[in-house]
């Protein structure tokens, strides 16, 4: 299971750091994925990063401002968004692939709930 947190509203330029912590499966085993979506867009895969941390994805929406990072000790990815712009706003989700690449949504099997990011202009 996955679960996310520290989403919330904040003003545009601000930060903000999402947590998102699993349980069950051997977290050190999966490739991790941040989503988000915002009211009628696609799903977007917005940062990922290998299990050795090793190999890290970023959309280009988000290069610069966001970096994603990991600890295997306490079975958590982080979030670390800076620098928000009201196109920002959106459910961020968690999940993670046991197998194929972390740069493609179909290579993710266990999604977490989401966590409402709201940045105000």
């Known amino acids: 299971q996955l679960q996310a947190s520290g989403g919330g509203l904040v003003q545009a330029g601000g930060s903000l750091k999402l947590s998102c912590t699993a349980s069950?499966?051997?977290?050190?085993?999966?490739?991790m994925g941040w989503f988000r979506q915002a009211p009628g867009k696609e799903r977007e895969l917005v940062a990922a990063?290998?299990?050795?941390?090793?190999?890290?994805y970023y959309a280009d929406s988000v290069k610069g401002r966001f970096t994603i990072s990991r600890d295997n000790a306490k079975n958590t990815v982080y979030l670390q968004m800076s620098s928000l712009k009201p196109e920002d706003t959106a459910v961020y989700s968690c999940?993670?692939?046991?197998?194929?690449?972390?740069?493609?949504?179909?290579?993710?099997?266990?999604w977490g709930q989401g966590t409402q990011v709201t940045v105000s202009s």
């Open positions: 990063i290998s299990r050795s941390s090793l190999n890290t």
């Open positions: 999940a993670a692939t046991y197998s194929g690449s972390l740069y493609y949504t179909n290579s993710y099997s266990s």
């Open positions: 069950g499966r051997t977290f050190s085993n999966a490739d």
